[in-house]
């Protein structure tokens, strides 16, 4: 006779036990899974969500998923791909951390993050030594925006004084983002060589650049919307009936403005929370909105020579500025003074198609 105790008796314990067992290994299993992936599999991962982050926030969310994914995010190969995007950071936002993340993306060598600090740095905390390192490491990179806010610095001898102006410089490093494809340096050269600033005069070449930018800006817009209907106005507007298409005149079609970049969007965020919008006394802001630069000395910047109410860092920014508001605005007078009661007569800027830009 058999009792409970027999082998045909299941034991109710060992079952008990067994599932727990069993519940207990699928938990280390979905754990391990993770754990188990190497870093250079997620580094990959990180990498590829790195340079197409739509916002910061995109990717500091997953820096505090975990522990892991924190040391791993941090790693400089995920960080030197950061996108521009991803480092985009409003001026409401500046805090130290947000200074300590970019410098640290920069030390990557990320040259987004290099060109934003930098005119960080420059413009708004007025370290311009280091500002104007970064951006040269930036520029060394080929980033076209570098180079081009090198060559105005060059050109306005902006941290310094009048004579530190460099034209030659300007237009050296003007042609080297026009190589790049740069529409404002494309244009500014176009106007160097036009009027002979910096560079021997070839007015035939200058024109050339100055069609080219023409034909990116309007080709750039074109990319970006391609579903888009194109209006009539882009290409039907121009001041000069005489003139012909506007592809060959001085400010181009009549598309709408492109984006500015995010670091011209933190200055101009920075300096319009400011009181009295301007960056200090006696200094002025570019007058194209989506620019953002300020002075660094009084009289830095050139004014218009017709109205004298407007003025710019660039002729890009006055072309720019032009066909989005100026050419309703600007209404000729005789003369104007500056706050103190001080004639400026060196600082013109003609709003027409047959401008030169003086040098101040």
């Known amino acids: 006779m058999r009792t409970r105790r027999g082998v045909c008796y299941p034991k109710a314990m060992n079952r008990c036990l067994e599932k727990k067992l069993v519940k207990r290994r699928k938990v280390e299993v979905g754990r391990d899974l993770f754990d188990a992936l190497p870093d250079d599999i997620l580094l990959s991962i990180l990498c590829k969500l790195s340079s197409t982050a739509g916002c910061p926030a995109h990717f500091l969310n997953l820096l505090i998923t975990c522990k892991r994914l924190n040391g791993l995010g941090l790693n400089s190969m995920v960080l030197s791909k950061a996108s521009r995007r991803m480092l985009t950071v409003k001026a409401k936002n500046w805090s130290e951390s947000a200074h300590r993340f970019l410098k640290l993306c920069a030390d990557t060598g990320n040259v987004e993050a290099c060109f934003t600090l930098g005119m960080i740095r420059f413009y708004c905390l007025q370290n311009r030594g280091s500002g104007a390192s970064l951006m040269a490491k930036a520029a060394i990179g080929s980033h076209a925006p570098a180079l081009y806010s090198l060559a105005v610095i060059q050109f306005n001898g902006s941290g310094g004084t009048k004579n530190d102006k460099d034209l030659r410089a300007g237009v050296a490093l003007c042609a080297r983002a026009a190589f790049l494809g740069h529409i404002d340096a494309l244009r500014e050269l176009g106007h160097c060589l036009q009027d002979g600033y910096g560079v021997k005069q070839n007015i035939a070449e200058g024109r050339r650049f100055l069609i080219q930018a023409n034909a990116r800006e309007l080709a750039t817009v074109l990319v970006a919307c391609p579903s888009a209907v194109v209006p009539r106005s882009w290409l039907a507007w121009n001041p000069h009936p005489h003139a012909g298409c506007p592809l060959l005149s001085d400010f181009g079609c009549n598309v709408p403005s ?51 109410a407007v003025n710019y860092c660039s002729r890009a920014c006055q072309a720019l500025d032009w066909k989005l508001r100026h050419k309703v605005e600007c209404a000729p007078v005789e003369r104007w003074a500056d706050d103190d009661g001080e004639i400026d007569g060196n600082d013109f800027l003609n709003d027409n198609e047959d401008d030169v830009m003086e040098e101040s």
Do not use: M, Y
């Not at 919008?277 to 006696?282: A, D, I, K, L, R």
């Open 258 to 308: 492109p984006a500015p970049h995010p670091a011209n969007q933190f200055l101009s965020e920075w300096f319009s929370s400011r009181a009295g919008n301007v960056p200090g006394p006696g200094l002025r802001l570019c007058s194209h909105a989506s620019c953002g630069r300020p002075e660094t000395r009084r009289h830095e910047f050139r004014r218009c020579s017709v109205c004298g």
